[in-house]
């Protein structure tokens, strides 16, 4: 599975940005999409996931203010709102991919720069 992420950029405080993740390869396989960040110094963590059923997970920093979309087994969204300068973080789309085992791919992360 490859993913394609785009759509960071530079945002004021209050703004919206809006992520796409296209998926190619394997897609068949795809068990679940997601988004991960990661802060200068800081580990990688969860921001939402949804799998093939629609469920949706979201870490509680961003809920009310982040929604995570699919509109087939291709293409996820991240629909940021509500941006804060804690927001700011290198994202990284992520599915969960594989025949029987499931196993982590990653797509190159896009930086979302939130000023205050």
């Known amino acids: 599975v490859q993913l394609q992420a785009s759509g960071g950029g530079l945002v004021q405080a209050g703004g919206s940005l809006r992520l796409s993740c296209a998926a190619s390869g394997s897609i068949f396989s795809i068990a679940s999409m997601g988004w991960f960040r990661q802060a200068p110094g800081k580990q990688r963590e969860l921001v939402a996931s949804?799998?093939?059923?629609?469920?949706t997970n979201y870490a509680d920093s961003v809920k009310g203010r982040f929604t995570i979309s699919r509109d087939n087994a291709v293409n996820t969204y991240l629909q940021m709102n509500g941006l804060k300068p804690e927001d700011t973080a290198i994202y990284y789309c992520n599915a969960m991919a594989g025949s029987v085992v499931k196993s982590p791919y990653w797509g190159q992360g896009t930086l979302v720069t939130v000023s205050s």
């Open positions: 949804i799998n093939n059923s629609g469920w």
